[in-house]
């Protein structure tokens, strides 16, 4: 099969090895928002494709085409589901975490920043640096330590402090670094998955409260799948 995986997770590099590693044909598109991405094996394209009419266009050499871009990346899940009207489609997106007592969910980062302003002076933010912006307001004023993997494209507050790094993360180096810094809340979105879940593990342990962007919904009319064999069974259905 030749098989297009928008990718960018962990799981679209799964994914990507194991059809490699049954003799399909790959091609893995990844947006170019990180300055060094980890790579998957077989065939790599950098770059956006101009909209969804640009999508169909390279779609339309494929048989297959799956969607395992970051369950917050709703342009891209957007586009794919108007694109591929002729191509199947199916997103592979991993389970979000189970909710923990402390943890107040918002629907989206501007509410996540309201919420946050009230319930602490120093908080740990690792949201990622595109969504940055709707925090530089409401904790203007605040002694924000802001993880990153890469310096935000946006101004932040004086008073901030980034720190550029990339997971997976340790329970005892989380730990080391919210006491370091005197971190009062936690702010993340629900993301999934086991690379950084570990400043959760940190937060109940400082009984810190914690701050979850909920995930948006999958377009509508797109078959979901939460992991590397269903997206393979999936594919294998096609054949």
């Not at 740990?124 to 924000?144: E, I, M």
């Amino acid at each position: 099969m030749r098989v297009l995986v928008l990718g960018g997770t962990g799981e679209a590099r799964d994914l990507a090895a194991a059809l490699v590693a049954r003799g399909d044909h790959v091609v893995s598109s990844l947006a170019g928002r990180v300055a060094r991405p980890r790579l998957p094996v077989g065939e790599v394209r950098i770059g956006g494709f101009g909209g969804a009419e640009g999508l169909r266009q390279v779609a339309a050499s494929f048989d297959a085409v799956v969607d395992a871009t970051h369950p917050f990346a709703r342009r891209i899940s957007t586009n794919a589901a108007a694109a591929c009207d002729v191509v199947p489609l199916v997103r592979l997106a991993r389970p979000g975490w189970e909710p923990r007592p402390g943890w107040r969910i918002v629907h989206d980062h501007p509410s996540a920043a309201r919420r946050t302003a009230q319930l602490g002076r120093r908080p740990f933010l690792t949201v990622g640096r595109q969504d940055l912006g709707a925090f530089a307001g409401p904790l203007a004023t605040h002694s924000v330590v802001a993880r990153v993997v890469d310096p935000p494209e946006v101004a932040v507050p004086s008073s901030w402090r980034l720190l550029l790094d990339r997971g997976p993360y340790t329970l005892d180096g989380e730990l080391a670094l919210m006491r370091e810094h005197g971190v009062d809340v936690l702010v993340t979105k629900d993301s999934g998955g086991a690379m950084t879940q570990a400043k959760l593990d940190a937060a109940t342990r400082l009984d810190l409260p914690v701050v979850v962007v909920r995930r948006p919904a999958p377009p509508a009319g797109v078959p979901l799948v939460a992991s590397v064999p269903e997206a393979l069974a999936w594919l294998g259905s096609l054949r």
